[in-house]
């Protein structure tokens, strides 16, 4: 699977402002193809595991505060190239320097609430997709 899919979550800023339509809109016509989804919510312990790799960051708490907040759309995608092409779809993570166009820019509120999260590397996309998903629910 590495290096045709990446993972990605609308995060409960962009869900509760109603925008999981126009993301995946978006998503889907950049070419990816979305291979698993669910609408669901992390627990402060899921989202702590998950975000695990920040813990030692001041930022960590408030990260996993937020994103135990209120529900999310975790999604795996795929396409060739699809860690590099999806973290230049959502652009940079501080909204204010995220190039026109892209989601963050579009849609994201603040660098805190960036509306998306994206994979950065084809290990972590596997291993990200792994954390939400069985195989059985991936359908490629």
Do not use: C, W
Request: charged residues 25%; aromatic residues 10%.
């Amino acid at each position: 699977m590495a290096g045709k899919i990446t993972f990605t979550m609308i995060k409960p800023d962009a869900v509760k402002s109603q925008y999981i339509g126009a993301i995946l809109d978006k998503i889907v016509a950049s070419g990816f193809k979305i291979v698993a989804m669910k609408l669901t919510q992390l627990s402060a312990a899921k989202a702590g595991e998950f975000y695990e790799v920040h813990k030692e960051r001041p930022f960590y708490g408030e990260l996993v505060e937020f994103m135990s907040s209120g529900p999310i759309v975790a999604a795996v995608l795929e396409k060739d190239n699809a860690v590099e092409d999806f973290r230049t779809l959502i652009g940079a993570t501080n909204p204010a320097n995220a190039a026109e166009g892209t989601i963050r820019k579009m849609y994201a509120k603040s660098m805190g609430e960036n509306a998306v999260h994206g994979s950065d590397s084809d290990e972590n996309a596997l291993i990200e997709a792994q954390f939400h998903f069985s195989g059985v629910e991936m359908f490629r």
